[in-house]
C-alpha cells in the first residue's frame, strides 16, 4: 500500500513538472515581439480610482476615492513613438484642459505624445506627456498585437490639477487599468 502511494505522489509530481515545463514553453512562444508589433492605431477605455496625493510629508488619501473613466485613441509608430488624443471623466467632470489643448470639433485633448517599448516576451513600458500630466505604465501584448492591457504604475500631475501644493507637482496615488484593441481599417488591418 505504501509503494502505491509513493508510485502515486512520484508520478503527480512527474505529471506537474511535465505540465509546468508546457506552461514555460508557451510562454516562451511569445518571444519575438518588438516595438514593431505594437503598431498603428488602438482604442482604449481606461477605468480607475485616484486615491490620494504623495506629499513632502507622504501619502495624503482622499476620503473618497475620485472614480476616473477615459477613452482614448493611441497611434504606436511601431519604432517607440506616441501619439494620442483622449477623453477624460474625473468624479463626474471633464476636468477643464487650456482651449489649445482640445480639439473644438471632437472635445478631446490634444497634444498627447510619449514612447514606448516592447520586450522580446510581448511585454513593456510606455510614459505618456499630457497637458499637466505625465504617465508611466506597464503592458502586455495579446492576439499577435491587436490587444494591449495596461496597468499605470506612475502618474505625476503638475501644480494647478487636484490641488498639489508642490511648484514642481505631485504624484498621484491611482489604481487604474486599460485595455486597447488595434482598428481595423473596413476588412483590412491597420498596419
Known sequence: MRGSLWNGVGASMLALTV????????????DGCSNAT?????????????????TATGPQYFSSPVPVDVVAMTNFDGKGNIIQVDFTMADGLNPPAPPSDVDPQTGFTINESGRY??????????????????????????N??????????????????????????????????SDGTKLLSGSQDNN
Open 19 to 30: 505540465i509546468s515545463n508546457a506552461a514555460q514553453a508557451q510562454v516562451s512562444d511569445n
Open 38 to 54: 505594437l503598431q498603428g492605431d488602438y482604442a482604449f477605455s481606461v477605468h480607475g480610482q485616484f486615491l490620494g496625493l504623495v
Open 117 to 142: 517599448k516592447v520586450f522580446p516576451d510581448c511585454s513593456g513600458n510606455l510614459e505618456l506627456n499630457l497637458p499637466g500630466v505625465f504617465i508611466a505604465a506597464k503592458f502586455v501584448l495579446a
Open 144 to 177: 499577435e498585437g491587436h490587444e494591449i492591457h495596461t496597468v499605470i504604475y506612475q502618474e505625476r500631475v503638475a501644480k494647478p490639477i487636484l490641488g498639489c501644493a508642490s511648484s514642481t507637482g505631485c504624484d498621484t496615488l491611482i489604481q487604474s487599468h
